[in-house]
Nanobody, 120 residues
Framework: VQLQAFGEGLVQAGESLRLSCAPLGIGVRINYMEWHRQAPGKQRELVARIDSGSSTNYSDFAKGRFTISRDNAKNVVLLQMNNLKVEDTAVYYC???????????????WGQGTQVTVSS
């Protein structure tokens, strides 16, 4: 499954940004979706996850500032990021597990991601 991510931007510290991610194709159902990020020179890390029942998990740095949610009507997962910090600067990637009918699929790679830059 290929994903389409939106929302890249340049913001100042303390501001907010919202990312969205949706699977391409008709009839693709999101089982779970994760947002990951990779800052320059660092390993990719998990930001947040939402499952089919909308249960969520966050990495410690995201707790209290980031909110992951899903809009099942639009088949999209959102990542609302508030009170952004300079250290949140990274390329953000979405990934997950999907169903088409009774078949389950992963993602076709990580894609290009979406750049988030937070200036001081």
């Amino acid at each position: 499954v290929q994903l389409q991510a939106f929302g890249e931007g340049l913001v100042q510290a303390g501001e907010s940004l919202r990312l969205s991610c949706a699977p391409l194709g008709i009839g693709v159902r999101i089982n779970y979706m994760e947002w990951h990020r990779q800052a320059p020179g660092k390993q990719r890390e998990l930001v947040a996850r939402i499952d089919s029942g909308s249960s969520t998990n966050y990495s410690d740095f995201a707790k209290g500032r980031f909110t992951i949610s899903r809009d099942n009507a639009k088949n999209v997962v959102l990542l609302q990021m508030n009170n952004l910090k300079v250290e949140d600067t990274a390329v953000y990637y979405c990934n997950g597990d999907f169903s088409v009918g009774v078949m389950r699929y992963g993602c076709a790679g990580w894609g290009q991601g979406t750049q988030v830059t937070v200036s001081s």
